[in-house]
């Protein structure tokens, strides 16, 4: 599977960004689906997740109420609607493919199998 993000940009604080994750390969539609993020100088962390029908998501206390995730099986897509930006948002965001979504595992980095190339989000205050 390779993943190819998109949508990364700057904004300023309050404003909205949609970010997108394409997917290449017949198994999308069985994979959990996360994004992450990682800020200058810190670890990468876990945004939200979406199972593999949609009906499930999770989302770190952080961006909860502010953040969207949203997949479309018969696209290979994946997108993440950031709305009400913080400064503190500000970060390479990456898109990761989980092949086995183990249950309690969602915010795991090393659940995800298959990582995207990351984009800049950038929020200005």
């Known amino acids: 599977v390779q993943l190819q993000a998109s949508g990364g940009g700057l904004v300023q604080a309050g404003g909205s960004l949609r970010l997108s994750c394409a997917a290449s390969g017949r198994s999308f539609s069985s994979y959990r689906m996360g994004w992450f993020r990682q800020a200058p100088g810190k670890e990468r962390e876990f945004v939200a997740a979406i199972g593999w029908s949609g009906s499930s998501t999770w989302y770190a206390e952080s961006v909860k109420g502010r953040f969207t995730i949203s997949r479309d099986n018969a696209k290979n897509s994946v997108s993440l609607q950031m709305d009400g930006l913080k400064p503190e948002d500000t970060a390479v965001y990456y898109c990761?493919?989980?092949?086995?979504?183990?249950?309690?595992?969602?915010?795991?980095?090393?659940?995800?199998?298959?990582w995207g190339q990351g984009t800049l989000v950038t929020v200005s205050s």
């Open positions: 990761a493919a989980d092949r086995n979504s183990i249950v309690g595992t969602h915010s795991r980095l090393s659940a995800y199998d298959y």
